[in-house]
């Protein structure tokens, strides 16, 4: 279960990866030793799942950003399978969700340019069955990207 001190070590881990445990343990009051222990368990309990370095998708020639609404012909879990996997294998698209509302899916897809898009979306939807519609929506400025998991609405047990 996630105390108080759980809930500290995940939101300066969450901030600051690339903490040393010896900093992270003085930043939440423990001992080194008691804090590496604590950061193992959080990874054993699957809060940490990774990690990982944000990268500049413009300085690396990845700067169209869209999210692609995909209505299916007929949504269920069997006729979707390909669909499912197909997004998996396909590097473009960065996110994937199944949605309540008119659509099924919500895509997150980042390419170099329009054309590359263009391209990506001949790819991957041109010979995909049972897609009814999709609907693209390319952004223009990102106001705000974050991976962040929010802490506000977390409340430490009591004790």
Known sequence: MLDKIGIK?????????????????????????????????????????????????NRLDAGLLAYIEVEMERYSPAQS???????LDIPEVMECHLVTGPFDYLIKARVRDMLAYREFLDRVFSTLKGVR???????????????????????????
């Open 9 to 57: 070590i995940l939101q300066n881990l969450q901030s600051e990866g690339r903490l040393t445990n010896a900093e992270l343990a003085h930043r939440v009051n423990l001992s080194p030793a008691a804090c590496l222990e604590r950061v193992r368990r959080l990874q054993d309990e699957g809060y940490i799942l990774g990690y990982t370095a944000l990268l500049d998708p």
């Open 81 to 87: 399978e390909p669909f499912r996997k197909l997004m």
């Open 133 to 159: 519609r999709t609907n693209s929506y390319v952004v223009m400025e990102e106001l705000k990207s974050s991976t962040r998991v929010p802490f506000s609405y977390i409340s430490p047990p009591t004790r």
